[in-house]
């Protein structure tokens, strides 16, 4: 087809639009629908993406935890939630490791209900409520890279001396103190008071707005938190090593160091867990696997659905226009001249569905990026508005080759 018959069939289409709008508008309302579910739910995506991918940067890449059983992906067994715990010598024996350049063991403190930050932070007349007790060795700061907003962290002597010192988080310090510089004031927690040394920056989160629960946090030297609560001591180690490299040694001598270390006999499965920040990326591919299978689903019937409607459509066009489809051939149209003008039509049709499906989920994409991480892809809009033309095509071919094949004698006497 010549580039001025493809025009001026292009606005035939867009005349029959004009012409039929309430039809043509329910027609295309499927291809809208399903262009503007990719759209969204890929932009929804991208965004999370991108917030989990700083996360796991904030968290070290030349990172690993080491704990009694897996967290991340698993769901714990009985056998696993019975394994002897950690302890801090375990943890003081990884700092002799190779390639190992930091480590810290961890406590936390979690109410009966096993729901972290249900403790309460006093100062004056003021209350902190949800915040979390952890309990860190000075090496903490190294192994995730900690900055301070106000202050300093605590040291090794503070840890040897059992120091009543605590660095608070960011919201925990602005609820008690406001505008105020916490550094130097004593703060009330569990009946004891401690003086704030140091205040944290703000923490990055994967998902979302909203308080981060990372941000009301209360930290103590190891020492310290164990005059808090001496009854826990499930210890979660924190482990920095060298260079990305070395990862695979690094875990080798880690497991050999703790087979021996809790008399794991050589025919048994390990008794503990080494894993890194690799495995939230693992479980957050696996969940995005099922996001994009939904995505697939969802749009894949409005298209179907949209597609549908437009071979409708067309077949009528088709039925209306058989007197002009005849004249065509009388004077010369081939069978390919009036294939390719359908065809082109059902494109168009379904073209502007596309348009108009890229138009609202991106504006509503924009939208929820207030609210939520969402970030357009290019690509992503590529595909839908291509995918709305395939369906144009595909469901433009049988109402077309309707068309191509009337009988021009037939057609002239149609009415």
Request: aromatic share 8%; hydrophobic share 45%; net charge neutral.
């Amino acid at each position: 087809m010549r580039i001025a018959d493809t025009k001026e069939t292009v606005v035939m289409a867009l005349d029959t639009l004009r012409a039929n709008k309430l039809r043509s508008g329910l027609t295309i309302l499927g291809i809208v629908i399903g262009v503007m579910t990719v759209i969204i739910i890929s932009s929804v995506i991208n965004g999370l993406n991108s917030s989990v991918s700083g996360l796991v940067e904030s968290l070290g890449t030349n990172v690993i935890w080491v704990f009694r059983f897996p967290v991340i992906g698993v769901r714990p067994t009985t056998e696993m939630l019975t394994r002897k715990q950690l302890t801090y010598e375990d943890a003081m024996a990884m700092k002799e490791l190779p390639h190992v350049v930091a480590v810290t063991p961890g406590l936390q403190y979690r109410d009966k209900s096993g729901v972290e930050g249900t403790v309460a932070v006093k100062y004056g007349a003021k209350i902190m409520e949800g915040t979390t007790l952890e309990g860190d060795t000075a090496s903490v700061k190294d192994v995730y890279e900690l900055n301070l907003k106000d202050g300093r962290f605590f040291n090794e002597s503070d840890v040897e001396r059992a120091a009543n010192v605590v660095v608070l988080g960011i919201d925990t310090a602005d609820g008690l103190f406001g505008a105020t510089n916490p550094v130097g004031e004593e703060v009330a927690i569990a009946g004891m008071t401690f003086t704030v040394v140091g205040v944290m920056e703000k923490q990055k989160q994967a998902f979302g707005g909203g308080k981060n629960p990372e941000d009301n946090k209360a930290f103590f030297p190891v020492t310290t938190f164990h005059k808090i609560h001496p009854e826990i001591l499930d210890y979660w180690i924190s482990l920095k090593f060298d260079d990305q490299k070395n990862k695979t040694l690094v875990q080798d001598e880690l497991e050999e160091l703790l087979r021996r270390r809790r008399k794991v006999k050589n025919e048994a499965a390990d008794n503990f867990a080494i894993f890194g920040t690799d495995s939230l990326t693992r479980l957050w591919t696996t969940i995005t696997g099922g996001l994009f299978l939904l995505l697939f689903a969802l749009s894949s019937v409005a298209l179907l659905v949209g597609g549908v409607g437009v071979m409708n459509i067309m077949l009528v066009s088709v039925t209306e226009r058989t007197r002009e489809i005849g004249v065509r051939k009388a004077i010369g149209a081939s069978k390919q001249t009036i294939l390719a003008q359908f065809t082109l039509e059902a494109i168009t049709l379904c073209a502007v569905g596309g348009v108009i499906g890229v138009l609202i989920g991106s504006a509503i994409a924009l939208v929820l990026h207030l609210f939520f991480p969402s970030m357009l892809s290019a690509l992503w809009v590529a595909l839908a508005f291509g995918c709305s033309c395939g369906i144009g095509l595909l469901f433009g071919i049988y109402p077309a080759w309707k068309a191509a094949n009337l009988n021009p004698i037939e057609a002239l006497r149609y009415e």
